[in-house]
T-cell receptor, first 113, second 110 residues
Framework: DGGITQSPKYLFRKEGQNVTLSCEQNLNHDAMYWYRQDPGQGLRLIYYSQIVNDFQKGDIAEGYSVSREKKESFPLTVTSAQKNPTAFYLC????????????FGNGTRLTVT | SQQGEEDPQALSIQEGENATMNCSYKTSINNLQWYRQNSGRGLVHLILIRSNEREKHSGRLRVTLDTSKKSSSLLITASRAADTASYFCATDDGGFKTIFGAGTRLFVKA
C-alpha cells in the first residue's frame, strides 16, 4: 500500500539537543511538506519541497532545517534554536502542481523537557 | 499567516442531524480543500472544489464555494458518531503553499 511513514510516533528529548524526525513516502510524489500543529490549533507550514535538492521556507522555519536528497525522503531537524519545539509534527506529500491534495503521515509527537 | 478561518470553532450535534461548518479566506485561490483529522492522527483529504465551481458533492458531504464572499461551507448530512473529528479548510496562496485554518471540532453524540 502506498503512503507516508513518519517515525517515531513519540519522541522525547532534553532541551538543547537537536532531533531529526523521519518522513518517507512511496507515492512517487514530487512535493513534500512539514507542518507543525499545537494543541487545538491548525497547521502551520515549516518547510516545503517541490523537487529533489530544492526546498523553501514556510511560515515558521526558524529553528528548523530540512534536506531533500531523495524523492522519497524529507527529514526535519528540530534544532536547539527552536524556542518552543514541543508539538505534533505532520509530514505530507502531493503531486506536483498548485493546490494538489495533500497526503499526510500520522505524525510525530515531540516532547522537549 | 492563516488564509482560512473556520466557524464555529466547535460543534456538538446528535447522531442523524446535519452538521455545517464554514470557512472564510482572504486572498484569491485556485481551489479550496476540506480535510478531516481524527484525534492524534494525520489529516485525510475529503474534497476539493475549484475556484470556478460553486458546489460539489461526495457521499454525505456537500461543499459550496462563494468566491465573491471568499467563503466556503461543508455540510455533513445524517451525521454518525464516527464523524466525530476536527475539520479543516485549506487554500493555496496562489503558489505552491497549502495553508490551513484552525479547524472546527465536531462532536456527534450517539
Amino acid at each position: 500500500d502506498g503512503g507516508i511513514t513518519q517515525s517515531p510516533k513519540y519522541l522525547f528529548r532534553k532541551e538543547g539537543q537537536n532531533v531529526t524526525l523521519s518522513c518517507e513516502q512511496n507515492l512517487n510524489h514530487d512535493a513534500m511538506y512539514w507542518y507543525r500543529q499545537d494543541p487545538g490549533q491548525g497547521l502551520r507550514l515549516i518547510y516545503y519541497s517541490q523537487i529533489v535538492n530544492d526546498f523553501q521556507k514556510g511560515d515558521i522555519a526558524e529553528g528548523y532545517s530540512v534536506s531533500r536528497e531523495k524523492k522519497e525522503s524529507f527529514p526535519l531537524t528540530v534544532t536547539s534554536a527552536q524556542k518552543n519545539p514541543t508539538a505534533f509534527y505532520l509530514c505530507a506529500s502531493s503531486r506536483q502542481g498548485k493546490g494538489s491534495p495533500l497526503h499526510f503521515g500520522n505524525g510525530t509527537r515531540l516532547t522537549v523537557t | 499567516s492563516q488564509q482560512g478561518e473556520e466557524d464555529p470553532q466547535a460543534l456538538s450535534i446528535q447522531e442523524g442531524e446535519n452538521a455545517t461548518m464554514n470557512c472564510s479566506y482572504k486572498t484569491s485561490i485556485n481551489n479550496l480543500q476540506w480535510y478531516r483529522q481524527n484525534s492524534g492522527r494525520g489529516l485525510v483529504h475529503l474534497i476539493l472544489i475549484r475556484s470556478n465551481e460553486r458546489e460539489k458533492h461526495s457521499g454525505r458531504l456537500r461543499v459550496t464555494l462563494d468566491t465573491s464572499k471568499k467563503s466556503s461551507s461543508l455540510l455533513i448530512t445524517a451525521s454518525r458518531a464516527a464523524d466525530t473529528a476536527s475539520y479543516f479548510c485549506a487554500t493555496d496562496d496562489g503558489g505552491f503553499k497549502t495553508i490551513f485554518g484552525a479547524g472546527t471540532r465536531l462532536f456527534v453524540k450517539a
